[in-house]
């Protein structure tokens, strides 16, 4: 099983709404990542887990809050958001130790915030 | 402040043609890169990779070359085929095992049969 995926595969909210996307891989990583993409922009990395830790959050707003219950899940809580957090949410995971950028991304969820 | 440009939003060529994609950094700590492939509607998948201790990596029809001084990496398809049509993207990161992927703007290849 060579997959990471993703739920929902699109989301509509409102800006007071609270809603969750979830991530699911059983490959076994140890690291697991969250990623945001515009249209016509690179990936940028919002958080990283390793070993179920939060190690890295790249200075993302609290409204975004992240959480990894073990070591094939992982979810990304929505609160608040505004119309300009509209965009392409990619998880993806990785073995740790070895060649880390080897990422296995899932197939994101399109995130519209009204 | 973009340090992994890819400054060729699109390319076309011929199939059965080289493909060559491009890349350039700005920064000197970066010292593994990949590169990855894109299909409407799908995640990223991973491509190939090169360390900085290298400045070749061949992989079937895919090879990476390296120029550290240059800052600069390119990605050869060869032979290309239909099924290369797709968004590529480099990424670079700052020592081996480090976790975090900077990605550049990518290229969109388009195959012409």
């Given at each position: 099983d060579t997959e990471v995926t993703q739920t929902p595969k699109h989301l509509v909210m409102g800006m007071t709404n609270k809603k969750s996307l979830k991530c699911e891989q059983?490959?076994?990583?140890?690291a697991m990542y969250w990623y945001k993409q515009k249209a016509k922009k690179p990936p940028e990395l919002m958080f990283v887990y390793s070993y179920e830790k939060?190690?890295?959050?790249?200075?993302?707003?609290?409204?975004f809050s992240p959480e990894c219950p073990n070591s094939s899940l992982l979810n990304l809580h929505l609160h608040?958001?505004?119309?300009?957090?509209s965009a392409l949410y990619l998880c993806a995971s990785s073995q740790l130790?070895?060649?880390?950028?080897e990422l296995f991304f899932g197939e994101g969820s399109r995130l519209t915030v009204l | 402040d973009q340090q992994v440009k890819q400054n060729s939003p699109s390319l076309s060529v011929q199939e059965g043609r080289i493909s060559i994609l491009n890349c350039d950094y700005t920064?000197?700590?970066?010292?593994y890169f990949l590169w990855y492939k894109k299909y409407p509607a799908e995640g990223p998948t991973f491509l190939i990779s090169i360390s900085s201790i290298k400045d070749k990596n061949e992989d079937g029809r895919f090879t990476v070359f390296l120029n550290k001084s240059a800052k600069h990496l390119s990605l050869h398809i060869?032979?290309?085929?239909?099924?290369?049509?797709a968004v590529y993207f480099c990424a670079a990161s700052a020592?081996?095992?480090?976790e975090k992927l900077t990605f550049g703007t990518g290229t969109r290849l388009t195959i012409i049969p």
């Open positions: 059983h490959m076994g990583h140890r939060l190690s890295i959050n790249e200075s993302v707003p609290s409204r608040a958001l505004q119309p300009e957090d130790g070895l060649a880390v950028g | 920064n000197s700590m970066f010292d060869v032979p290309s085929q239909p099924g290369d049509s020592g081996f095992g480090n």
